[in-house]
């Protein structure tokens, strides 16, 4: 989809608005024709004829009446082809044929997926919270009613429908009967009242994550049906008390954020059944002196979290370490002890 416009019309539509008009004015002009008694082949010539601009000659004596209308056929016809031709030309030019057959592709590869994530809302939040699911390569989809935006997103590679969220159509279209998150960023609280309600009528056992802008929307969010809720205006107070009180505290805070500092992060492994460490203590695990990583909590199948457990802490199967260190340090830890990355 393209931002550049026509009188404020994307190509796309003044292009089949074009069509439209010229197969108005073309059948207008046969059924013209017949009502004047012309023979329907000789009809059909002539209102390709004028359409065309080939002006081959006339093949009926036409009187002043039919000029007449001819004269109209032909100033609506030159001008819905005109039309038509700059929509075309435009068209061509800006790549929209081939924006076209990509969001066709897209739309099938969104009817095939399964267990992804919708963003609804592609402002500031939206966008940066994209960016991270990028980074995890997390499949997600983003919702928004804004043209610039949603094509701002698709030429990042992000699968993206132009849409009204708080309405079941575009959600239908982002897959949100399969998806297993939904985050809505919009600005606006009634608006994501409302995507939260319709969602979870459509997806009893989606995780949503909602914005709120105001303390007391927080209570109707839930009742909704929202399993989380963000006041990003407390969430930054608290930061930039923070910075104030705690400026060191504040790093560890950061990377739990999704931010890397020093090239350190924040990561969930889960133990499955074949993980190698499984009945292992941590301080049997190596994970400081081998890995060079921490870990600073621990997750159990019931899934309540220790902070800071002790060395003697056994690895049980179906929980999850929650370490701090290098990405690659991560990567091989996971990967030579079978354990899997945190997805819901």
Known sequence: ??????????PIRRFLFGVLAISSVYFIAVFGYIVADM????????????LTTVGLGEVYQFEPGLKAFTIVVMLFGVSAVFYFAGGLIQMVT???????????????????LKGHIIVCGYGRMGEILAT???????TFV???????????AGDLGYYAILGDATEEEPLSRAGVEKASILVTTLPRDADNVFITLTSRGLNKEMLIIARGELESTEKKLIQAGANRVVLPAATGALRMAAMVTNPSALELIEIASGRQIADVQLDELIVGEECLLVGQSLSESQTRSKYGILVVATRDSDGLIAMNPDADTVIAASSSLIVIGKPEDIE???????????VI
């Not at 393209?2 to 019309?9: D, Y």
């Open 94 to 112: 800006e790549g929209e044929i081939n924006r076209a057959l990509g969001l066709k592709r897209a739309s099938r590869e969104i009817e095939n």
């Open 1 to 10: 989809m393209v931002t550049n416009t026509f009188n404020s019309t994307p």
């Open 132 to 138: 991270q699911l990028s980074r995890y390569n997390r």
């Open 332 to 342: 091989c830890f996971q990967q030579e002890n079978k354990l899997i990355r945190w």
């Open 142 to 152: 983003v919702i928004d009613r804004d043209h610039e935006r949603i094509e701002a």
């Open 39 to 50: 023979d329907p082949i000789d009809a059909f010539y002539m209102a390709s004829m004028i």
